[in-house]
């Protein structure tokens, strides 16, 4: 038993430090750069992928970054591209505001890449069927099991890098980000509370 939990404990350093790594990347090319196209970690030291190993691909990421004014602080999303091992990760943000979003974009950033990263973790272990088509309905879409635990994952991470509790994590998410998710607020708070109850049982 106690060989299994450190086997546990290793392999969830390994996947923190590959979060780690990723994160600290874009938002270094986040700081220097106030617009564009970007190819990590090639941006950054020169590699055309992120070796990760133990999900058994090699990864990059397009990070694109735009300043809109019409923006109060930033707004940020990202999709993993399964065929290509793409992670595509948009930023748009308010020059006025940049150094001072730069919390909680570092804090979202470890969010995102977790999320993906849980997917590409579901693909490799057969966990889900991640081939099927997803649904449009913004409600289907969200409170499909791979996605609720890609949520879970992701939001855990969240809560571990910022200190806050993961209840107000997920809430303050689907409160800032209506225009991303769609949803309305009945659904909202059905949603929420499959994933903290989500959330719950595996820490049970």
């Known amino acids: 038993m106690e060989t299994i939990k450190k086997s546990i404990l290793l392999e969830d350093n390994k996947q923190r430090n590959e979060i780690r790594t990723i994160v600290r990347d874009v938002v270094q090319v986040f700081k220097d ?17 992120y070796d990760l190993p133990k999900l058994g691909i090699d990864l990059s990421v397009e990070l694109i970054i735009q300043p809109d004014e019409n923006v109060d602080n930033y707004l940020m999303d990202a999709n993993y591209f399964r065929d290509d ?4 990760i948009g930023i748009l943000y ?6 001072q979003s730069l919390y909680g974009i570092i804090g979202e950033l470890n969010e995102l890449i977790a999320h993906e990263l849980r997917h590409v973790y579901q693909k490799r272990t057969g966990m889900y069927n991640l081939d099927q088509e997803e649904p449009e309905d913004p409600y289907l879409y969200y409170t499909q099991d791979h996605e609720i635990d890609a949520q879970v994952y992701g939001f855990k991470r969240m809560s571990q890098i910022t200190r806050k509790p993961f209840d107000y994590l997920v809430r303050n998410w689907f409160d800032t980000h209506q225009d991303l998710h769609g949803l309305d607020k009945e659904e909202v708070e059905k949603v929420i509370r499959i994933i903290i109850d989500t959330k719950n049982k595996t820490n049970s």
């Open 85 to 88: 091992h793409i992670i595509v």
């Open 33 to 49: 750069n106030d617009d564009g196209e970007f190819y990590l970690p090639e941006e950054v030291n020169g590699k055309h992928y």
């Open 94 to 99: 308010n020059t006025d505001n940049k150094q």
